[in-house]
């Protein structure tokens, strides 16, 4: 029975369960920063949601009293039916505009872009390959370090 490839083994599953508790912490971390980004992106939509809820009835009783105002002044050279649908178009016009405004500010927002940034950079670390130092036959290496350590002949 060899020493030496006992402790190696118990060595190896060290390693393996130390990287597995990396990653499991990684994961983690990825889920935190996920849960982070959703509630601020979430808080923002809803900013933008209420600004337009917000301005709806500005819009809706600038409509009103500019269509009345501007249709008595322009009933005289337009009469009543034109002046009246000239105040009203300009107006939609314009309340549109700013919902359109509100509505493509809302689009352009990218949502969880630094988890998204974040779980790319992991996974790029994750799957580069490493290049392997060459070790001497009965030498044990360790690839992270690229340190070469010698084992005793008695395992110890």
Not at 49 to 76: H, R
Not at 94 to 101: A, P, Q, T, V
């Amino acid at each position: 029975m060899h020493v030496g490839s006992e402790q190696t083994d118990r060595g190896v599953a060290a390693l393996v369960g130390r990287m597995a508790d990396g990653f499991s912490r990684l994961v983690t971390q990825h889920l935190q920063l996920a849960r982070l980004e959703i509630a601020e992106d979430a808080k923002a939509v809803g900013l933008d949601v209420a600004s337009i809820a917000v301005f709806v009835p500005f819009l809706l009783v600038g409509y009103a009293f500019v269509c009345g105002a501007l249709a008595a002044l322009l009933a005289t050279w337009l009469g009543w039916a034109g002046a009246l649908a000239l105040v009203g178009g300009v107006n939609l016009v314009g309340g549109c505009f700013g919902i359109l405004r509100a509505v493509k500010r809302m689009k352009s927002r990218q949502m969880m872009d630094d988890s998204a940034s974040e779980l790319s950079r992991s996974m790029a670390a994750l799957t580069s390959a490493r290049p392997q130092a060459v070790a001497a036959p009965g030498v044990n290496s360790l690839k992270d370090t690229g340190k070469v350590f010698k084992e005793s002949r008695d395992g110890r």
